[in-house]
C-alpha cells in the first residue's frame, strides 16, 4: 500500500487529480475548504491505492506525494 499526502494549503481544487485516478480513490473534500478557499483533493481509500502517482505527475502545483 502506498502513502498519498498532501499539501493542503497549496491545492486550488481543480480536480485534475480526481479524473486521472485509476481507482477514482481520488475526490474533493466537500465538507472542508483550505486556506486559500479551496475544497482540497484527498484520497477516499487508502488501502485501495496501488501507487501508481499518476495524481501527484499531473498535479500542476506540486500538492502531492506518493510514498511506495
Ligand atoms: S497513486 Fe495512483 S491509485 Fe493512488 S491515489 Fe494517486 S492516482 Fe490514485
Ligand atoms: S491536481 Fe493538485 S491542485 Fe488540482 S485538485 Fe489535485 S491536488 Fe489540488
Given at each position: 500500500?502506498?502513502?498519498?499526502?498532501?499539501?493542503?494549503?497549496?491545492?486550488?481544487?481543480?480536480?485534475?487529480?480526481?479524473?486521472?485516478?485509476?481507482?477514482?480513490?481520488?475526490?474533493?473534500?466537500?465538507?472542508?475548504?483550505?486556506?486559500?478557499?479551496?475544497?482540497?483533493?484527498?484520497?477516499?481509500?487508502?488501502?485501495?491505492?496501488?501507487?501508481?502517482?499518476?495524481?501527484?505527475?499531473?498535479?500542476?502545483?506540486?500538492?502531492?506525494?506518493?510514498?511506495k
Amino acid at each position: 500500500m502506498a502513502n498519498v499526502t498532501f499539501q493542503d494549503h497549496l491545492c486550488k481544487g481543480c480536480g485534475l487529480c480526481v479524473s486521472v485516478c485509476p481507482k477514482k480513490i481520488v475526490a474533493l473534500c466537500a465538507e472542508r475548504l483550505n486556506a486559500k478557499g479551496y475544497h482540497p483533493a484527498q484520497v477516499t481509500d487508502r488501502s485501495a491505492c496501488i501507487g501508481c502517482a499518476f495524481c501527484a505527475t499531473i498535479c500542476p502545483d506540486c500538492v502531492i506525494t506518493v510514498e511506495k
